[in-house]
């Protein structure tokens, strides 16, 4: 089954892509991932991302990582 966490981050990176008309392929291209990465990741069949490929989608879109897993911090 996958995580609730996992399941936002797919759905916000293919939310993000869309709203910067991107295709995977230039997306991947933009931060040196192949668009089969990229494919994986949104389809949920990533099991576990590295730290350093979020950060780099999380810089590319300029959001913090926490957005992009779907983490809220309470105050």
Known sequence: ?????KEIMKTKLKELRKLNNL????????INMSSGE????????KKDPRISTLIRIADYF???L????????EN
């Not at 089954?1 to 966490?5: A, D, K, N, P, T």
């Not at 926490?66 to 911090?73: F, N, Q, S």
């Open 1 to 5: 089954m996958m995580s609730i966490r």
């Open 66 to 73: 926490d957005e992009l897993i779907g983490r809220k911090l």
């Open 38 to 45: 990229i494919s994986d990741i949104e389809n949920g069949k």
């Open 62 to 64: 300029n959001i913090s």
């Open 23 to 30: 295709s995977m392929d230039k997306l991947g291209k933009e």
